[in-house]
């Protein structure tokens, strides 16, 4: 499995937890020493990369993770970054990608942090793409990916953590199952187009 924009590691270390050979790519030199240090082992590795750059590895992938990084490139960025991982997967490998919901509560909730002046903008600074449900599908197809599903979540689920990490894993698998597209976060599974 490869995890595109792993940050700090630690998706990359939970996939390797669970079984799997699990890479991680990112382009911050420093989280990439820290994942290295922290959760590098056998079978989970960590490379310094850009996204939308050609990397290769020594194999191909069942798997490609790309979580909360793709509202971070412009949409010509994105769709080379897609074509790129098609070329890293297996034949019939999938695509999991996650993204602010801009059909969701996601823009006020932006909108307010940004005016606070606490954190770094993020509208047009850090996020310079804005994905609702069909342009999530639509550059997926662009990049020859079929669309699996696109859902959203995070209406209740993670605020229930705090309280009852069992009572968060229930309630997200009401949100997926019965998805309502309101939620502040979209999640797509996509799998190679076939030729």
């Known amino acids: ?102 059909r969701s509560m996601w823009p006020i909730m932006e909108w307010i942090m940004d005016r606070s002046g606490r954190f770094p903008a993020m509208a047009g600074a850090q996020h310079v793409e804005f994905y609702r449900g069909e342009t999530l599908r639509g550059l997926c197809r662009d990049a020859g990916f079929e669309p699996v599903s696109v859902v959203s979540m995070g209406v209740v689920s993670p605020w229930l953590a705090f309280l009852s990490w069992r009572a968060a894993e229930r309630c997200l698998d009401l949100e997926l199952r019965f998805p309502l597209l309101v939620g502040p976060v979209l999640v797509c599974l996509a799998r190679q187009r076939e030729a």
């Open 1 to 102: 499995m490869l995890d595109v924009g792993c940050g700090s590691g630690v998706i990359t270390s939970h996939l390797g937890k669970r079984g799997a050979r699990a890479i991680g790519i990112d382009a911050n030199p420093r989280a990439i020493d820290f994942a290295r240090e922290r959760f590098g082992t056998e079978d989970v590795s960590f490379h310094l990369g850009l996204v939308d750059e050609a990397f290769s590895l020594d194999c191909r992938v069942d798997k490609i993770y790309c979580l909360e990084l793709i509202e971070h490139v412009y949409r010509p960025q994105a769709v080379t970054m897609l074509e790129r991982f098609r070329g890293l997967l297996r034949p019939g490998g999938s695509l999991f990608l996650t993204t602010p919901n801009y």
